[in-house]
């Protein structure tokens, strides 16, 4: 069973808090057909976002197989610890099967296969490689039938480097999402290992941590040129790196569509004669700003 196929944009559904359902249905019906989120009450609002996706479906907007569902295992240190979805004390396989039913519960009724998610994302290691590894898995026990693939975010090279080779790791990642920002230099040495093994790097952070970048001269000469919004033109230019997808969290309908329709527009325009030179300049340009040769 392979999950669907992950978009170029999916909608990242942290912070929506109680508009979370209304946002999730006006970004599927809106175009978008991936969603991300997690079972971590501090930061998402998960059985909300079921709920946009499953009126979504029962308007007949979408199938259930339409739509890539990306959610995540959040481990103690990173979750409210006075709301969770699981006992705190209870050892750590028994957290991650209560945080997979939570979810599974979550999305029942969305499909007629059975509760299943496309992707479940460890949502950080845990303090050791051991234990990191113990809720690895435990997570591939869901695997293929309820969870469709793993993958891991806010990580570092050395612990996917781990998850990819060692002999002990039955499922491999399938994707990983972390931060696309100065402070780890936008992950050139992370994103390469991983397109280099087909692993999609999923890119968040990618508007509010780049001010800089959104102003530079790759993009603004993009955006002209391609008639677009300087912000779908980073989007597209962190697309046109290769082996990514990007978290796009706004909230604003006329975002949505100028995201989803302008980086269709500039894919046309980046294989037209005339737009052709100017992509591979701006994309030149935009790897040599983010220190990518």
């Known amino acids: 069973m392979k999950p669907a196929p992950m978009p170029k944009l999916l909608y990242g559904t942290a912070w929506k808090k109680d508009a979370t359902a209304d946002l999730v249905f006006l970004a599927l019906k809106t175009g978008f057909r991936g969603i991300d989120t997690a079972a971590q ?19 007949g907007i979408l199938t259930r197989a339409d739509l890539f569902i990306q959610t995540k295992f959040t481990s103690i240190g990173g979750q409210d610890p006075d709301n969770l979805p699981y006992d705190p004390q209870a050892p750590l396989e028994e957290q991650v099967h209560a ?23 460890l949502h950080s290691p845990l303090r050791t490689l051991p234990d990191t590894v113990k809720v690895w898995k435990t997570l591939e026990t869901y695997v293929p039938r309820r969870i469709r693939q793993l993958g891991i975010s806010n990580t570092t090279l050395e612990v996917v480097d781990y998850l990819y080779t060692s002999p002990d790791i039955t499922v491999r990642p399938a994707c990983v999402q972390n931060r696309f920002y100065p402070a780890t230099r936008w ?91 100017i992509w591979s300049e701006c994309l030149g340009g935009f790897r040599q700003l983010i220190g990518e040769e």
């Open 41 to 59: 009450p501090r930061h998402y609002q998960e059985h909300l976002v079921a709920e946009g996706v499953k009126r979504a479906i029962f308007s």
């Open 99 to 121: 945080s997979v039913a939570s979810s599974l519960r979550n999305f029942a009724g969305a499909d007629s296969d059975g509760s299943y998610v496309d992707s479940l994302v």
């Open 187 to 277: 992950e050139v040495g992370l994103r390469k290992y991983c397109r280099e093994r087909d692993i999609k790097f999923q890119t968040f952070w990618t508007l509010s941590g780049n001010p800089q970048l959104l102003r530079s001269a790759p993009v603004r000469k993009l955006a002209n040129s391609a008639n677009v919004e300087p912000p779908v033109a980073l989007y597209a230019l962190v697309l046109g790196l290769g082996g990514t997808a990007v978290l796009d969290g706004t909230t604003s309908e006329t975002h949505m569509r100028d995201d989803l329709r302008g980086i269709e527009i500039v894919k046309d325009h980046a294989e037209s004669e005339e737009g052709r030179p």
